[in-house]
C-alpha cells in the first residue's frame, strides 16, 4: 500500500513542491488550499505520477475543521502516515501599527493550526505505530526581522512545539522535525519583490540583493527543490532517530 501524506497549503508554492516530489515517490496525497482551482491542481498531480489524490479547502482558522479534514483524510485512503504543517500567511508592519486581527491569524494559521492538525494525527499514527510530522517553519523561527512580529512569534512557536510533539512521540515511532528555509522564489515572494521595488524606488533585482538576500552568505533563493527532498529524507522509515530537529535551508543567514 502507499503511503498517504496530508500536506497543508500545497495547491502553490513551497506546499505544491513538496506536494509533487512526494507524488513522484508514490505517495498518496491529500492536497490542501484556497486556490479555487485546488482540486484541478491535485488532479494534474495525481495523473502525472499515477498516484490517488484527494483535495480540501478547509478553513485552518477554525479547530473543528482542522480535525474534519484530518478525518476526511483518513476515511478516504484509510490510513495518514505523514502530515506536512506547511500552510502560512505573512503580514509586515511596525508593532504600533499592527494591526490586532492580522496578529490573531497569523497565530492561527502559521502555529495554532500546526498543533490541532498534529492532535488529530495523533492517535492514528499511534495506531500504525508509524507517524511522520515535519513543520515548515522559517529561519524566522531562529532569527527575527524587524516588522515581522507576529509570523516571527509563530514561527518560533512552531520550532517549540516540534521539540514536544517528538519527545511525545518516540515511544511510538512517531518523528516531529522543523525545516526553516530563508527566501523561496514563490509566487507570493514575486509578488513582494514587485511591491518592494515600488516602495523603495529600486529595480527588482537591486530588491532581491539588498533587501531579501542581504543576511544570507550564499546569494541565492533557496531551491524549491532542496525543502521538498529535505521533506522527503524525514518522512523515510529510516529516519526513526531523526526527531526534534530543525533543518535551516538559509544560504548560511543563520550561521552570522
Known amino acids: 500500500m502507499n503511503k498517504t501524506v496530508l500536506i497543508t497549503g500545497s495547491t502553490s508554492g513551497i506546499g505544491l513542491g513538496i506536494a509533487n516530489q512526494f507524488a513522484k515517490e508514490g505517495y498518496n496525497i491529500m492536497f490542501h488550499g484556497l486556490e479555487v482551482n485546488g482540486a484541478e491542481i491535485a488532479k494534474e498531480v495525481g495523473e502525472k505520477y499515477q498516484v490517488k489524490v484527494a483535495f480540501s479547502n478547509a478553513n485552518l482558522l477554525q ?8 478525518a476526511e483524510t483518513i476515511k478516504i485512503f ?25 496578529y490573531q491569524n497569523i497565530i492561527a494559521i502559521n502555529m495554532n493550526a500546526v498543533f490541532y492538525a498534529s492532535k488529530a494525527v495523533w492517535q492514528q499514527m499511534k495506531k500504525q505505530k508509524f507517524g511522520r510530522i515535519i513543520n515548515v517553519s522559517s529561519v524566522h523561527g ?15 512557536g512552531v520550532i517549540g512545539l516540534t521539540k514536544v510533539l517528538a519527545l511525545e512521540g518516540a515511544p511510538f515511532n512517531i518523528t516531529c522535525n522543523a525545516i526553516c528555509p530563508g527566501y523561496v522564489k514563490t509566487p507570493l515572494v514575486v ?20 533587501v531579501m538576500l542581504k543576511k544570507q552568505a550564499v546569494k541565492q533563493f533557496v531551491p524549491l527543490e532542496a525543502i521538498a527532498d529535505m521533506a522527503l529524507l ?7 532517530t531523526i526527531t526534534g530537529s530543525s533543518f535551516v535551508l538559509d544560504g548560511g543567514w543563520s550561521a552570522q
Open 234 to 240: 524525514l518522512a523515510k522509515e529510516t529516519s526513526t
Open 63 to 70: 479547530a473543528e475543521a482542522i480535525e474534519a479534514l484530518v
Open 78 to 102: 484509510g490510513a495518514l502516515h505523514v502530515l506536512v504543517n506547511n500552510a502560512g500567511i505573512q503580514f509586515v508592519s511596525p508593532i504600533e501599527d499592527f494591526p490586532n486581527s492580522k
Open 191 to 210: 509578488g513582494q519583490i514587485k511591491d518592494q521595488a515600488k516602495a523603495h524606488g529600486m529595480t527588482e533585482d537591486e530588491v532581491v540583493e539588498k
Open 142 to 156: 531562529i532569527r527575527a526581522s524587524e516588522y515581522k512580529s507576529a509570523y516571527v512569534t509563530a514561527k518560533h
